[in-house]
């Protein structure tokens, strides 16, 4: 299998539930690095989850959960998170975030 060290996915202000990243079939993943920024003046929170493929967002799949995040300020977490094929990356924000991925696609 050949790895690909990539960006998996960014987006921001997300203010619903949203697949930030989605395995493609046949492949893997390695989830590296999570970043949230803050880039308001106000607190907001964030919520993280790793869905399996097949599966609908319930309570035992999230990571994070209205984890605070400080005005102007940023979370990485480094966590080394294995996907399967078709699994999900699911994020949630208060307000204004920007959300990143980082990570290896083996395929």
Do not use: W
Not at 19 to 29: E, M
Not at 61 to 85: C, K, R
Not at 91 to 99: E, K, P, R, V
């Amino acid at each position: 299998m050949a790895s690909t060290y990539k960006i998996l996915g960014q987006t921001t202000g997300s203010l619903s539930d949203t697949n930030l990243y989605t395995v493609p079939s046949g492949s893997t993943a390695v989830l590296s690095t999570i970043v949230v920024c803050n880039t308001t003046g106000s607190a907001l929170t964030y919520r993280l989850a790793a869905i399996p493929s097949g599966s609908t967002l319930a309570n035992k799949h999230y990571i994070a959960y209205e984890t605070a995040i400080a005005s102007n300020d940023t979370t990485a977490l480094t966590l080394g998170i294995t996907l399967g094929s078709e699994d999900k990356l699911n994020i949630y924000g208060s307000g204004s975030l920007s959300f990143s991925v980082f990570g290896s696609q083996l395929s």
